[in-house]
């Protein structure tokens, strides 16, 4: 089994990820972006070897990535609507016959194939900042894994706009953000 980590916050803003191992040790380096057509994510080996790209084909609520390996189409993924509409989706990962369900919002998930369990993420908490922690059965599935990862973690979790961060913030009581008041209409 291989442990691997990917940080949080630069999974959200779309930078370059660095892919560590359990003793912090840089594993892979994931550039590229989403959102557009034809837009890709790239995973590397720490020595410039490219190996594994997913390109977006389709843009929608229920997107669809191509993965390829060495130019060789590997297979797709693509987000479904569960049997309650958008509330329980799950993915499929055509051509490796790959399952992923699980509670999304809560960011902890399994991708299987069948009965066999083929990675495992769940979303850390530490005082070094947000992790996810990806707990793949077999080595040779990591790097396809580690950008699935990224991809479903973007689809899939409820993110607040800028407009909810900043009501958020402005009812915040720390010495970072300033106190907003508003005058009461007597």
Not at 32 to 59: F, P
Request: net charge positive; glycine share 4%.
């Amino acid at each position: 089994m291989v442990r691997l980590y990917i940080n949080d916050a630069y999974m959200s803003m779309q930078n370059r990820m660095i892919v560590k191992t359990p003793s912090g040790k840089d594993k892979y380096l994931i550039v590229g972006k989403w959102g557009r057509a034809r837009d890709a994510l790239s995973l590397y080996a720490m020595n410039g070897e490219r190996l594994v790209e997913a390109r977006q084909t389709v843009l929608s609520i229920f997107p669809k990535f191509d993965f390829y390996v060495d130019d060789q189409k590997l297979g797709t993924v693509k987000k479904i609507p569960g049997f309650q509409g958008l509330k329980q989706p799950y993915y499929l990962v055509s051509h490796l016959n790959w399952l992923v369900s699980g509670n999304f919002v809560e960011r902890q998930y399994i991708v299987s194939h069948h009965t066999e369990v083929i990675m495992r993420v769940e979303k850390h908490y530490s005082f070094q900042g947000d992790f996810y922690v990806l707990e793949i059965e077999k080595e040779e599935y990591a790097p396809i894994c580690c950008v699935l990862a990224v991809i479903i973690d973007h689809y899939s979790s409820e993110k607040d706009s800028i407009w909810q961060q900043y009501k958020k913030e402005k009812y915040s009581l720390s010495f970072m953000h300033p106190f907003i008041f508003s005058k009461s209409s007597k």
